[in-house]
């Protein structure tokens, strides 16, 4: 697994349900002048055109149209574009996992893994989404193999597989795969697919218990529940639902808390306990799907465009917006997010997709889609090819640069082609009493069977949405047929406006919801849906705020500077520097709009068709660390002096660097004077601690308190060891206090034998003067004093027990 290597560390949730209730109750459908208002959908009975689910499932109130029902156009239709000529629409060409001769998915053989299962996932959506030609024949030329190559047992896909978790399967990455096959059965009809999957499922069902509960599957069977799922409603297999209540048994336990801190696992697992609820009709395991996602976003989720702090895994502590989100996190949680919507009719999982979609997405590639990078953060100001050393953030490996990354990034280059496609999908969804919803907003055409007869009918939605405030619907039908039109009003709008054939209807709407519209409908009818945006500012951490317009978060324009620092012609690799000054504080919530012609991709500097003015003061005090990472945000308000600036914002995804979650400038006796904190440089550095640790005021309750970031020279063992401070303006020390590390009976740090301090003269280390005992007590401070010095640069040198290491929570230098 290489660097997805799972670091199991007992990390601890905190901060609660932050994100609205626990559970989400419809309320009473409320009725004016034909429009009903529904805060949530409820289907009472199974029904719909487009294979609703059998007893003993629950019912759901929408339903997935075949993949290519709709056809999307504008700014969506160009993120489809560029992904054909992209990096997924020819992965084939830089990517040594997908040569076909030699994959395992095609060849049982020989070898393979993720790779292939994630990238067909999305490929073979991106074909039957925009209908290219080249697309889809080579997702068929696989599709075809995989079929093929099916074991006389049901088993299909690398042999290795079989034996590869503790003696058995591994079946994590057959669950894109179920996917691929699952579109291309609805969108073709092709009727290999259900006996296929009824086989592998049987092989499935024939495992012990025991090997549910292994590898990153056990984080993931949502995914599979839901092919299970699709299998049974074609089938009526009843031993199918057994096997969803043995794969229920073996899941990570998502209904009592949260079993993993992988971001990744994160995004797709949490929904598990709602879908599996479908089956079992427990209203607990809603409430848990619910709980979860809200624990996750309150404890790590403080920053704006829908991610939360998981570059790799959640850590205690790191949620400022510079950390990050994994590019595979993006692409699963609107997943996850399209599929709840479905299952509960709660417009509040659209919203949560839409939200990622226009905002992180897009910056998590380079404007050609030629390259992407691992993770996308809300706070970044240099996109470099440099691992950083201090544990900024929680992998190691650089991960920030654009660049194909089929080794270095693995997973991301592979996994992100379902975004967008997946997105078109799910633009439009059939209801089970046989209508239409908008579920979410963007130029494209539908074409679906309504009404109790199926009629066929096509609404062609106009709207340059969310860059725009409204969206025009115009029905074509064969004859006139009735069905209800189910219009999403998303939660940051309180004055949406809708007209029927240019009649206003009235909706006293209080969003999210959704807005019912149940009429005889006729060819050239109009629907004219307003949402009106204006822009609206949000308090996160520290007092720190965010600009919205309408769906949109936006960023500060940071001029950016593309360095060519790799790759080829074909798929070169890009390194983005800031041109411009990036470290300011917002004075002051008010703004002004400027809008320009839609002109190209809006994702893009020079297409964005919107911008905000806003008035800032610099902080020169908040700085970039020697790595050229964003530091922290502090504890606001911030005090300035500097000049009152104007400043543009843009669109957050627009912007490959941003600054997103800005100080708020304050004037009177409570603003905070920003900090310089000191570069922290050590010996070693055990991978997943952090330097930063040593610094961030983050009091233990104890030498072992493993809740808190932490510092140790960890594997090192008996060796000298050092850890300093580098300082930007000489200061004066008298004093030092250490809280030594030590983990007896966990680990194997402990506190030294012995230590000194010793400062910077010039180019010399030297100790200082008349030191007071150098303490080694646990579960304490170790203050030692000495004589005055002034210096740039203070060193802490320990010897290290014999066969043991050691490690710092906290290092105060103090006057």
């Known amino acids: 697994m290489e660097r997805r290597t799972f670091l199991r560390r007992g990390l601890a949730a905190g901060g609660g349900a932050l994100i609205g209730p626990a559970v989400t109750r419809p309320a009473a459908a409320e009725r004016r002048d034909g429009v009903r208002i529904v805060r949530t959908v409820e289907a009472p009975s199974a029904g719909g055109h487009y294979t609703p689910n059998r007893d003993p499932l629950r019912p759901e109130p929408f339903l997935r149209l075949p993949p290519g029902s709709v056809r999307p156009g504008g700014w969506l239709r160009r993120q489809l574009d560029l992904q054909v000529e992209g990096l997924n629409g020819r992965m084939t060409e830089v990517s040594d996992y997908l040569v076909y001769e030699t994959n395992g998915w095609v060849d049982p053989a020989k070898e393979g893994w993720e790779e292939l299962p994630y990238w067909l996932r999305g490929f073979s959506d991106l074909g039957l989404v925009t209908g290219d030609r080249r697309v889809r024949d080579e997702a068929r030329r696989w599709i075809d193999g995989i079929l093929a190559a099916q074991q006389p047992d049901g088993f299909f896909g690398p042999a290795s597989l079989r034996t590869s978790l503790e003696g058995g399967p591994d079946f994590w990455p057959h669950m894109p795969v179920l996917d691929a096959l699952r579109s291309y059965a609805d969108a073709t009809g092709d009727d290999r697919i259900v006996p296929f999957l009824t086989r592998y499922f049987a092989f499935q069902h024939a495992q012990p218990s025991a090997v549910f509960g292994r590898g990153w599957g056990a984080y993931r069977w949502g995914d599979t529940i839901d092919s299970v799922y699709w299998t049974y409603n074609r089938t009526g297999e009843a031993w199918l639902l057994d096997l969803v209540r043995t794969i229920h048994a073996g899941s990570a336990d998502y209904v009592n808390g949260i079993p993993t801190w992988h971001n990744v696992n994160l995004a797709q697992g949490f929904r598990e306990p709602l879908q599996y609820g479908v ?66 009719g709660d417009p509040v999982w659209a919203d949560r997709c839409e939200e990622i979609a226009v905002n992180s997405l897009p910056a998590a590639f380079d404007p050609a889609q030629k390259g992407t990078h691992y993770i996308t953060s809300a706070n970044s100001i240099d996109l470099n090819d440099v691992a950083k050393t201090h544990g900024q953030f929680d992998n190691d490996f650089a991960m920030q640069a654009y660049k194909p990354g089929i080794h270095q990034y693995r997973c991301c280059p592979h996994n992100y082609g379902m975004g967008w496609p997946y997105y078109a999908e799910e633009l439009w969804l059939a209801t089970y009493d046989a209508g239409l919803a908008a579920s979410l907003y963007a130029a494209s055409e539908v074409t679906a069977k309504v009404g109790a007869d199926g009629t066929a009918v096509t609404v062609t939605e106009e709207t340059g949405y969310p860059f725009e405030e409204t969206v025009t619907l115009r029905l074509s039908t064969p004859r006139p047929v009735s069905f209800p039109l189910y219009l999403r009003i998303p939660g940051w709008c309180d ?195 952090t330097t930063e640790a040593l610094y961030d005021g983050v009091s233990p309750s104890s030498s072992g308190d493993q809740s808190i970031p932490r510092f140790t020279w960890w594997d090192h063992t008996g060796s000298l060891e050092w850890v300093q401070y580098d300082y930007d303006e000489p200061v004066t020390a008298s004093a030092t206090e250490v809280y030594w590390f030590d983990d007896t009976g966990q680990g194997q740090c402990r506190v030294p034998v012995s230590w000194r301090l010793l400062y910077r003269d010039g180019g010399t280390w030297r100790p200082v003067e008349d030191p007071s005992p150098y303490g080694t007590a646990r579960d304490t401070y170790n203050r030692t004093t000495f004589t005055p010095v002034r210096s740039t640069g203070f060193r802490i040198e320990a010897q290290l027990g014999a066969g043991v290491s050691g490690g710092i929570l906290e290092w105060r230098i103090t006057p």
Not at 286 to 315: I, K, L, Q
Not at 610 to 621: D, G, S, V
């Open 279 to 344: 089956l079992a009709g427990d209203p607990a395991l809603r409430a848990a799907t619910y709980r979860d996602y809200a624990t996750v976003m309150g404890t790590y989720g403080r920053f704006p465009g829908g991610g939360f702090a998981g570059d790799e895994n959640c850590r205690p502590y790191f949620t400022d917006p510079r950390q990050g989100f994994e590019t595979c996190g993006f692409v699963e949680f609107m997943h996850s997010f399209e599929l709840l919507t479905r299952i509960t």
């Open 495 to 689: 004055r949406p406006v809708l007209r029927v054939n240019g009649e206003t209807l009235p909706l006293k709407a209080a969003p999210p919801c959704y807005a019912v519209v149940s009429r005889l409908w006729r060819s050239g009818d109009r629907v004219e849906l307003r949402l009106p945006m204006r822009a609206t500012t949000r308090t996160w951490n520290r007092g720190a705020t965010s600009v919205s317009y309408g769906p949109l978060t936006f960023s500060l324009a940071i001029e950016e500077k593309w360095r060519r620092s790799g790759g080829t012609s074909s798929w070169p690799e890009y390194e983005v520097g800031a041109g411009s000054p990036w470290n300011y504080g917002l004075d002051g919530s008010s703004f002004g709009v400027r809008r320009r012609a839609a002109t190209g991709d809006p994702f893009t500097r020079r297409g964005v068709p919107i911008e905000l003015r806003a008035k800032a003061r610099r902080i020169p005090q908040w700085r970039a660390d020697d790595e050229n990472v964003v530091r922290p945000l502090q504890d606001g308000p911030a005090r300035s002096d500097e000049p009152l600036e104007t400043i543009t914002l843009v669109p957050m995804g627009a912007a490959r660097l941003r600054i997103t979650t800005f100080p708020v400038i304050g004037h009177g006796p409570d603003a905070h004077t920003w900090v310089v904190p000191p570069i922290a440089t050590a010996s070693h550095l055990w991978s997943g601690d």
